[in-house]
């Protein structure tokens, strides 16, 4: 899983953004990812409209291929 660290750097994420973004890229449906960072789908929705915007994606499948690219950077 890429740092939300890395993520914020690379994207301009919101530290909100990027945790959430760093959860998704473990192909983790929305729902659950907002549980586990204990937000409601509703904030999660908005933070991943956001993030789709700040990346050039527009579906979560795409994002996560996306995020999955960054992943031998953050093995450095």
Same mark, same amino acid.
């Given at each position: 899983?890429?740092?939300?660290? #890395?993520?914020?750097?690379?994207?301009? +994420?919101?530290?909100?953004?990027?945790?959430?973004?760093?959860? #998704?890229?473990?192909?983790?449906?929305?729902?659950?990812?907002?549980?586990?960072?204990?937000?409601?789908?509703?904030?999660?929705?908005?933070? +991943?409209?956001?993030?789709?915007?700040?990346?050039?994606?527009?579906?979560?499948?795409? +994002?996560?291929?996306?995020?999955?690219?960054?992943?031998?950077?953050?093995?450095?």
């Amino acid at each position: 899983m890429p740092s939300p660290t #890395l993520l914020a750097g690379l994207f301009d +994420l919101t530290p909100s953004e990027a945790r959430l973004a760093a959860v #998704l890229s473990q192909g983790r449906p929305l729902k659950d990812a907002a549980s586990d960072l204990k937000i409601t789908v509703k904030t999660g929705r908005t933070y +991943l409209e956001r993030i789709f915007a700040k990346t050039g994606t527009s579906q979560q499948s795409q +994002l996560v291929a996306l995020l999955k690219s960054t992943e031998p950077l953050n093995r450095r």
